[in-house]
Nanobody
């Protein structure tokens, strides 16, 4: 069974920093992409940052210059370094992964998996 385990959320004051971690486990052939989404109360889930297997990164405009996504495809991990946090960054952050798994003899498919979510609260 493929799963994602997240850690690193918590309470931080405005201007502070947090680092989120996510690790994939299970029968995984390779990583297609990994990333982070967030959902604030009353809002839809939105993309924060993604990283492809080739290293291409993508950020939502509101976090550019403040957040950095990194990771190791071989270890199936992804991190989100969040600096200069603002109250509007408060949300549940979800790790997302698109993983290549074996679906049959000589056959592979892409499986999308979500973590359980970790709460980030930015408040004084």
């Amino acid at each position: 069974q493929v799963q994602l385990v997240e850690s690193g959320g918590g309470l931080v004051q405005p201007g502070g920093s947090l680092r989120l971690s996510c690790a994939a486990s299970g029968s995984i052939f390779s990583v297609n992409s990994m990333g982070w989404y967030r959902q604030a109360p009353g809002n839809e889930r939105e993309l924060v940052a993604t990283k492809s297997s080739g290293g291409t990164t993508n950020y939502t405009d509101s976090v550019k210059g403040r957040f950095t996504i990194s990771g190791d495809n071989a270890k199936k991990t992804v991190y989100l370094q969040m600096n200069t946090l603002k109250p509007e960054d408060t949300a549940v952050y979800y790790c997302n992964a698109r993983l290549v798994v074996r679906s049959g003899i000589g056959r592979y498919s892409v499986l999308e998996v979500w973590g359980q979510g970790t709460l980030v609260t930015v408040s004084s």
